[in-house]
């Protein structure tokens, strides 16, 4: 069993920046993919970023490719995303997934993309962008 826990939410202008971190339970982190995803008001939830175990292997959504960056410490147990250039647009709840398939690979763009190959969930950081 694996607890996320996200923080680093927060309000933020247009064209500023936030670090949002998931913390995570268990000593098999270092052997889980991770994602991020976010979901806005009335809307689906929404892929934005996936890492795989070794943080070699990166995927981005095409609406923050080039502003938002993952990455991970397995010492920590920690993933991250860093967001810059923030648009109202990025406004939304970030939940952070741990793929429980511990070979820690992304098989593919579509595999991260989907909230179905993820095992375990955090609850979550609201971003606030305003304009």
């Known amino acids: 069993q694996v607890q996320l826990v996200e923080s680093g939410g927060g309000l933020v202008q247009a064209g500023g920046s936030l670090r949002l971190s998931c913390a995570a339970s268990?000593?098999?982190?270092?052997?889980?993919?991770m994602g991020w995803f976010r979901q806005a008001p009335g809307k689906e939830r929404q892929f934005v970023a996936a890492?795989?175990?070794?943080?070699?292997?990166?995927y981005y959504a095409d609406s923050v490719k080039g502003r938002f960056t993952i990455s991970r410490e397995n010492a920590k147990n920690t993933v991250y995303l860093q967001m810059n250039s923030l648009k109202p647009e990025d406004t939304a709840v970030y939940s952070c997934?741990?793929?429980?398939?511990?070979?820690?690979?992304?098989?593919?763009?579509?595999?991260?993309?989907?909230?179905?190959?993820?095992?375990?969930w955090g609850q979550g950081t609201q971003v606030t962008v305003s304009s």
């Open positions: 997934a741990a793929d429980g398939t511990i070979s820690g690979r992304l098989k593919s763009f579509d595999y991260a993309a989907a909230a179905s190959s993820y095992d375990y």
């Open positions: 268990g000593r098999t982190f270092s052997s889980y993919a």
């Open positions: 890492i795989n175990w070794a943080g070699l292997t990166t």
